[in-house]
């Protein structure tokens, strides 16, 4: 096999086993290139980590219902709605995909570098014109991040601020307060 062949197999296969599993959690880099053919070094080789490769996966399973969401019509809103509309939908993808969310947003936001943010960053900007890049990107950040953390540690932030992000209306009274707290007014 040629290389890029070998790096799109793992990917693919790594995609495959994502989709059929029950808890992708426990997917090992051995299932991973025993599906693929491949020698187990070779994760390691295309891949700094069988983290980076089951991120890259998730991102192909998840890139359709991004784009769609971050491409979608907007006519007719504000700038600040936008910006909800696409928070709030983008939530509701890592919910459908939880499983596969919680495998690698931890890499995400501690290993990978830092982009999904800059998926955000232009209706930031639209929404914060006396704002410099930097400032936006750091807001960009701010909210993305901590969306993240708190999928991550729903049902702790639950017990400490009584907000249940899991339900779809005390998220979207989450997500306004978030964009009031950064955009204000």
Same mark, same amino acid.
């Given at each position: 096999m040629k290389q890029d062949e070998t790096k799109e197999k793992l990917i693919e296969c790594t995609v495959e086993l994502l989709l059929k599993s029950e808890n992708p959690g426990k997917i090992t880099a051995r299932d991973i290139t025993k599906a693929s053919g491949v020698n187990l070094a070779m994760i390691n080789y295309y891949f700094k980590s069988k983290e980076e490769l089951l991120k890259r996966a998730v991102d192909l399973i998840i890139a359709q219902d991004f784009e769609k969401i971050l491409h979608g019509d907007f006519s007719g809103l504000? /700038?600040?709605? @936008? #910006?909800? /509309? @696409?928070l709030k939908q983008i939530i509701a993808v890592v919910y459908k995909y939880s499983s596969l969310s919680r495998l690698t947003i931890p890499y995400i936001l #501690?290993? /990978?570098? @830092?982009t999904v943010p800059l998926k955000f960053y232009p209706y930031i900007r639209k929404c914060m014109k006396e704002r410099n890049d930097s400032q936006c990107k750091i807001i960009a950040y701010q909210i993305i991040s901590f969306l993240q953390l708190i999928f991550l540690r729903e049902d702790e932030f639950f017990r400490f601020t009584g907000v249940n992000i899991g339900n779809v209306e005390e998220r979207e009274s989450f997500i306004k307060f978030q964009i009031y707290l950064f955009l204000g007014e």
């Open positions: 504000s /700038d600040r709605q @936008i #910006l909800h /509309d @696409i #501690l290993k /990978d570098q @830092i």
